[in-house]
Each structure stands twice: as structure tokens, then as C-alpha cells.
């Protein structure tokens, strides 16, 4: 089955304990995405990714870093996370061209 | 700057049609989305406009027009399980790393 896989599901955590959310595709697509959503906010993009190695920063980035050393893996990390950090994030992926996204099922993510 | 208004919230019961609009500012456009999201899940595709008209699919239709910067979903013969955000989003360029630029959704609650 073609998916966007994300993990954890929920993860609560301390300030300052750095954490890795996983994200993996099995449809080989070029590009890759992370999103925060908020409410009242919406879906904001924190990074994105075009290609392996090849990562740029999208609205948001300021407390992430993303890694795109497989084209099938495009991992989120926070190094000291902070409470304002506390979001549900989503994880896309799409091919080139203009195509939708396909979303992982979202990591919800606490720090407390 | 980049702007997608939707309204926040729509009510209306089952069997009725209820149209959810989406005005856009935006820098360049390719393309607009539609996408539903339940609650705590995962957004899913819903449809796609580039050119002005109306795409149609099923119960739901999608109609576009450039010059207004106006995108509308319709929803006929709603069903309970339509109660769901819906959220409207354009790529404002033709480049490869181009993002999807979201609204804020709206939320549809649908009563018997």
C-alpha cells in the first residue's frame, strides 16, 4: 500500500530533551514535506526537501533540522525542544510536477 | 504577501448541499486544493483546479476562477461522516520546490 509513514503517533516530552520523528515513503516520490498544524494557525511548512540532500527551510523553521540522506526517509528532529513547540506535525511527500500531497497520520507531540 | 480565506465554521444538515468558499492572494498560482481532514487524522485529497470551471466527482465539485482568486467546494447530499475540516490551498509557483500554501480550514458540522 502507497503511505507516508510517521512515528510516534504521540510522543510527550520534557524541554530540552532532544527528539527524532520519523518519516518514510514507499511511493519514491522526489519530495518531501513537514507541516505544523495549530489551531487557529493551520498547516504551516517547516521544511521541505527536493531531492536526497537537497533540504530547504520553509515558514517555520526556527527549533528544527531535517536530514534527507535517503530519497525515502526525511526525518524531523528538535534538539531542545521547547513548549511552543507542543503541535500535531505532519509529514508529506508528493513526485515532482504538480501533484497533491500524500500526508503521514500525524505525530502529536507534547513538551512539557 | 500570501493570503487563503476560508470561513471558519459551516453548519448544515444531512441530505443538503452546502458550498464552502476560498478567496486566494497569492504571489503566482499553479494550481488549488481541496482537501478534508477529520479530526486528529491525516489531510486526504479531495480535488484539484488549474484552469477556471468546474471539476466534479461524485458528491463533491470543486470550481475555480483565476481572475476572481475564488475557489468553491460543493458538497451535495451531506452525510454525517462529512462533519470534517476542509482545507483550501494553492501552489503560487511553477518551480520544483514550490509548497502548497494552506488556509485555515473550515470546519463543517452536519446534524441529522
Known amino acids: 500500500e502507497a503511505q507516508v509513514t510517521q512515528n510516534p503517533r504521540y510522543l510527550i516530552t520534557v524541554t530540552g530533551k532532544k527528539l527524532t520523528v520519523t518519516c518514510s515513503q514507499n511511493?519514491?516520490?522526489?519530495?518531501m514535506s513537514w507541516y505544523r498544524q495549530d489551531p487557529g494557525l493551520g498547516l504551516r511548512q517547516i521544511y521541505y526537501?527536493?531531492?536526497?540532500?537537497?533540504?530547504d527551510k520553509g515558514d517555520v523553521p526556527e527549533g528544527y533540522k531535517v536530514s534527507r540522506k535517503e530519497k525515502r526517509n526525511f526525518p524531523l528532529i528538535l534538539e531542545s525542544p521547547s513548549p511552543n513547540q507542543t503541535s500535531l506535525y505532519f509529514c508529506a511527500s508528493r513526485p515532482m510536477g504538480n501533484y497533491g500531497y500524500t500526508f503521514g497520520s500525524g505525530t502529536r507531540l507534547t513538551v512539557v | 504577501g500570501q493570503n487563503i480565506d476560508q470561513p471558519t465554521e459551516m453548519t448544515a444538515t444531512e441530505g443538503a448541499i452546502v458550498q464552502i468558499n476560498c478567496t486566494y492572494q497569492?504571489?503566482?498560482?499553479?494550481?488549488l486544493f481541496w482537501y478534508q481532514q477529520h479530526a486528529g487524522e491525516a489531510p486526504t485529497f479531495l480535488s484539484y483546479n488549474v484552469l477556471d470551471g468546474l471539476e466534479e466527482k461524485g458528491r463533491f465539485s470543486s470550481f475555480l476562477s483565476r481572475s476572481k482568486g475564488y475557489s468553491y467546494l460543493l458538497l451535495k447530499e451531506l452525510q454525517m461522516k462529512d462533519s470534517a475540516s476542509y482545507l483550501c490551498?494553492?501552489?503560487?509557483?511553477?518551480?520544483?520546490?514550490?509548497?502548497?500554501?494552506f488556509g485555515k480550514g473550515t470546519t463543517l458540522s452536519v446534524s441529522s
Open positions: 497569492t504571489s503566482g498560482f499553479n494550481g
Open positions: 526537501s527536493m531531492n536526497v540532500e537537497v533540504t
Open positions: 490551498a494553492v501552489r503560487d509557483g511553477e518551480g520544483a520546490g514550490t509548497a502548497l500554501i
Open positions: 511511493m519514491n516520490h522526489e519530495y
